[in-house]
């Protein structure tokens, strides 16, 4: 039996009714970190690991849920929030309605289930969102539509003020192909993934600790670094000489900003003309200035990126995602693969004390219906 007929049987077992169902995959980031606030260019791209559900409406104004993580029954109506899950999933549900998708109000049944690894910097919870979303619209909203409305549930209802990255990759993400976002104006240019080369995550162990307080302290520094310089977003600014009026945290977090837009770009460049070694070495430079201009990184993400940097058949590896753990991701010689994982695995296991999860991730297609 398909993973897909078996999530529809179990709905059938569990409530009454025909299923619909719908995936979200995760994202990696290539290249463009803490710029999607900015209104910066991107690099994403989904994965091909998904958060799947099952859903039917049952008119009831709840939402009654099954997840791996639990079960619960939300009433729409009198919900508070719970700072799991749980929020994710009702935050959908309001966020939906409130960009006018009424029916999403009229109470659901999920079966919620997925392979997207949690806690490792791939977006599950932004995969969970996008997922929920075509399930409580039915497939009514779609693309750059449900990837704001997901933003908007995770900045007003789960209270992670995030830019639009994650769930833009999820709703929108090309099989084979990284997708350049300009996240000020949502234009998207399909990058292919070159053939030669592959993407290896390698989950520092390093949990996200108060991850939340310290991305909203950086977007804070370049609102107000945008506000001194006279703009609303920061990638306006076209001359980094710009930047001497700034000092302090300011003057840091802008110069990451400015300099991680241009290598964005770069590296879009260097793709398109197949230099890896290009790539690759774009991607260090991003980690730098994550590490010191955007103070994002930890002692142990700087260890795990430098390791990865020094390993044969790796072009280039940078910190991923909102920093403060989570994972480095590897740009390496396809050849070379199954080699870089075990030395990584097995040196990381070393250097770390902890088993380390090292993983090659394909570039996947991004949410839609799963017709069986
Ligand atoms: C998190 C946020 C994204 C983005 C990245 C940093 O993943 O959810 O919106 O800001 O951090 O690039």
């Given amino acids: 039996?398909?993973?897909?007929?078996?999530?529809?049987?179990?709905?059938?077992?569990?409530?009454?009714?025909?299923?619909?169902?719908?995936?979200?995959?995760?994202?990696?980031?290539?290249?463009?970190?803490?710029?999607?606030?900015?209104?910066?260019?991107v690099m994403p791209g989904a994965i091909d690991r998904s958060v799947t559900v099952a859903a039917a409406a049952n008119n009831t104004g709840a939402l009654r849920v099954h997840t791996p993580l639990g079960r619960a029954t939300l009433p729409l109506d009198r919900f508070t929030a719970n700072g799991d899950w749980r929020d994710y999933v009702a935050g959908m549900a309001f966020a939906l309605a409130?960009?006018?998708?009424?029916?999403?109000?009229?109470?659901?049944?999920?079966?919620?289930?997925?392979?997207?690894?949690?806690?490792?910097?791939?977006?599950?919870?932004?995969?969970?969102?996008?997922?929920?979303?075509?399930?409580?619209?039915?497939?009514?909203?779609?693309?750059?539509?449900?990837?704001?409305?997901?933003?908007?549930?995770?900045?007003?209802?789960?209270?992670?003020?995030?830019?639009?990255?994650?769930?833009?990759?999820?709703?929108?993400?090309?099989?084979?192909?990284?997708?350049?976002?300009?996240?000020?104006?949502?234009?998207?240019?399909?990058?292919?993934?070159?053939?030669?080369?592959?993407?290896?995550?390698?989950?520092?162990?390093?949990?996200h600790s108060h991850a939340t307080g310290a991305y909203r302290d950086r977007r804070a520094d370049c609102e107000a670094?945008?506000?001194?310089?006279?703009?609303?977003?920061?990638?306006?600014?076209?001359?980094?000489?710009?930047?001497?009026?700034?000092?302090?945290?300011?003057?840091?977090?802008?110069?990451?900003?400015?300099?991680?837009?241009?290598?964005?770009?770069?590296?879009?460049?260097?793709?398109?003309?197949?230099?890896?070694?290009?790539?690759?070495?774009?991607?260090?430079?991003?980690?730098?200035?994550?590490?010191h201009d955007m103070e994002v990184s930890t002692p142990e993400v700087d260890r795990l990126a430098g390791l990865a940097q020094s390993t044969h058949g790796v072009f280039g590896a940078r910190m991923m995602g909102g920093g403060f753990g989570g994972s480095v991701i590897a740009l390496v010689d396809a050849e070379a693969e199954a080699e870089v994982c075990a030395q990584l695995s097995a040196q990381w296991s070393h250097a770390s004390g902890q088993d380390a999860t090292v993983f090659s991730a394909a570039i996947g297609q991004g949410a839609g219906e799963i017709v069986p």
């Fill in 225 to 291: 670094a945008a506000a001194s310089l006279g703009v609303t977003l920061l990638a306006e600014v076209a001359d980094p000489g710009a930047l001497d009026s700034l000092s302090g945290n300011p003057l840091k977090r802008a110069r990451h900003v400015l300099g991680e837009i241009r290598r964005t770009r770069q590296a879009r460049d260097a793709l398109i003309a197949g230099d890896l070694a290009g790539v690759g070495k774009l991607m260090n430079e991003s980690h730098a200035s994550l590490s």
């Fill in 98 to 207: 409130e960009a006018g998708h009424i029916e999403a109000l009229q109470g659901h049944d999920l079966i919620i289930d997925s392979t997207v690894p949690v806690g490792v910097g791939v977006s599950s919870s932004a995969a969970l969102e996008v997922a929920v979303g075509l399930a409580l619209s039915d497939g009514g909203v779609s693309g750059a539509e449900l990837a704001r409305i997901a933003q908007r549930a995770e900045n007003d209802f789960v209270g992670m003020p995030c830019g639009i990255m994650d769930q833009f990759a999820s709703a929108c993400g090309q099989a084979s192909h990284l997708l350049l976002l300009d996240c000020a104006t949502l234009e998207c240019e399909p990058v292919p993934f070159p053939e030669a080369a592959r993407l290896v995550l390698i989950d520092s162990g390093v949990a």
């Fill in 1 to 41: 039996m398909t993973p897909a007929a078996t999530l529809s049987r179990r709905f059938v077992e569990a409530f009454s009714g025909h299923p619909r169902l719908w995936q979200a995959p995760g994202r990696i980031n290539l290249i463009g970190e803490h710029v999607d606030y900015c209104g910066g260019p």
